[in-house]
């Protein structure tokens, strides 16, 4: 076989090896050196490889964000902020019709700009949710299927992990890709809303009634939550107004909610230590994960893959629009099998390069944010697609009464609010872009 070939069977081979369990780091790791091996013809090449790609991967300082990230998500957890947020968002809008659920959403929102994670943000309110939900006689249907969607406003709003990632890889400005992800995540938390609104109307049976909370119960619980509007303040204001780089102002973050913990009494000895192991182990996870895509990526390079994909879409002249959807209906695809982060570290290095090379008559940093963002959001889709959407496991492994496939048929009314704001956000970057042009 050429190295091209054997970079294409390279996929497949990828696929089968996640297929029977392997760990998606593991699997690339595994590619990624055998691959050299064939196409250099020698294995000094591939141990050359291992000797630098590592330090490379792992000096950039950019990469102290992810577990600075992750430790903000541990500590708002156990500084309540979780239920607060909850609390606050059920007293304004619990008594509506669905009300309960659109507060479970609205509560993973706020939580997801303290939290960089989708899981985290999901299994964090679902503990806080879930008895509410069930105590006003909603479906497991329409429970699960909430908090799976709401959850996927963790990687959404920012700060994000995986927007991070995406920052790296196609080498963009990470606090305007942060900036440029606060109206896309208004309008999905907006969508889901509007898709419980729609279903508990259709099927009325699937949710009941809460008595509306006095005017002094909501802004009392509205008072609870300043600490998350400060972080959020804090972290990404201060990054986007220059008063301290990505890193920094992640540090900071992880600083003010700890303290915010500390203060309500939710960060024990005990707790602070688990926090520590959690934060530790979720990282050591991310970073085997982008070991193992810089060592595939790496592999792909020395095939050419990326660049005789370039030479390939640009020469049948294929119009821009259509590469766009075509690779979107892929990561929609591919969402079905493997999780956020895979998908990025898989597919940025040989998805950018492609659509980059395309006129969609805007700058090159504009587009490359514009991109991000639809790449994240199809993405984000990709937790809650059956059948192994990530979000829909980690919730129902919650709500073990609810079939797998309630969970399922709960979370349909989201995708299609997804796709719905999918494709008004390609129609229209200036909803993505205006805010960063300010």
């Not at 390079?301 to 629009?321: D, H, I, K, R």
């Amino acid at each position: 076989m050429t190295k091209l070939e054997i970079a294409i069977w390279s996929f497949p081979v990828l696929l089968l090896l996640i297929a029977l369990r392997m760990p998606i780091g593991l699997a690339m790791l595994t590619i990624g050196i055998a691959g050299s091996a064939l196409v250099n013809g020698s294995w000094i090449a591939v141990l050359s490889q291992l000797k630098s790609v590592p330090y490379d991967t792992f000096s950039n300082y950019s990469l102290g964000i992810i577990p600075l990230f992750l430790l903000m998500g541990q500590f708002a957890t156990h500084g309540g902020l979780s239920k607060a947020l909850f609390e606050a968002a059920e007293s304004w809008l619990g008594h509506r019709k669905g009300g309960v659920a659109m507060a479970a959403v609205g509560a993973c929102g706020g939580f997801g700009a303290v939290c960089g994670s989708s899981l985290a943000t999901a299994a964090t309110m679902a503990q806080v949710a879930l008895p509410e939900l069930r105590r006003f006689g909603y479906s497991g249907a329409l429970s699960t299927g909430a908090l799976a969607a709401g959850g996927t406003l963790g990687i959404l709003i920012p700060p994000s992990v995986v927007l991070v990632i995406y920052a790296l890889l196609a080498e963009q400005n990470i606090a305007k890709l942060f900036v440029a992800a606060v109206i896309p995540g208004i309008l999905a938390a907006a969508g889901y809303m509007l898709a419980i609104s729609v279903y508990v109307r259709l099927k009325p049976d699937s949710a009941g009634t809460r008595d509306p909370a006095s005017y002094g119960e909501r802004f009392a619980a509205l008072w609870r939550i300043w600490p998350v509007l400060l972080v959020f303040l804090l972290v990404v204001g201060g990054i986007y107004g220059g008063f301290f780089t990505p890193t920094e102002g992640a540090a900071f973050g992880a600083a003010g909610t700890g303290l915010i913990a500390l203060v309500n009494g939710g960060l024990t000895r005990a707790k602070l230590i688990t926090s520590l192991v959690q934060t530790a182990s979720a990282s050591a996870m991310i970073f085997f994960i982008v070991l193992g895509a810089a060592v595939f990526n790496t592999f792909l390079a020395f095939a050419q893959l990326p660049q005789e994909a370039v030479e390939w879409v640009t020469s049948q002249g294929f119009a821009p629009y259509s590469v766009l959807v075509a690779i979107l209906v892929l990561y929609l695809v591919l969402g079905c099998f493997m999780d956020s982060l895979s998908m990025i570290l898989l597919t940025v290095p040989i998805f950018f390069p492609i659509v980059t090379e395309l006129d969609f008559g805007m700058s090159p940093e504009a587009f490359g944010l514009w991109f991000g963002i639809l790449v994240l959001i199809v993405v984000e889709v990709g937790l809650i697609t059956p059948p192994v959407g990530m979000n829909l496991f980690v919730i129902n492994s919650m709500a073990q009464d609810v079939p797998m496939t309630r969970t399922y048929a709960g979370a349909v009314p989201f995708l299609v609010s997804d796709i719905l704001r999918v494709f008004v956000l390609v129609l229209f970057p200036s909803i993505t872009l205006w805010l960063v042009g300010l």
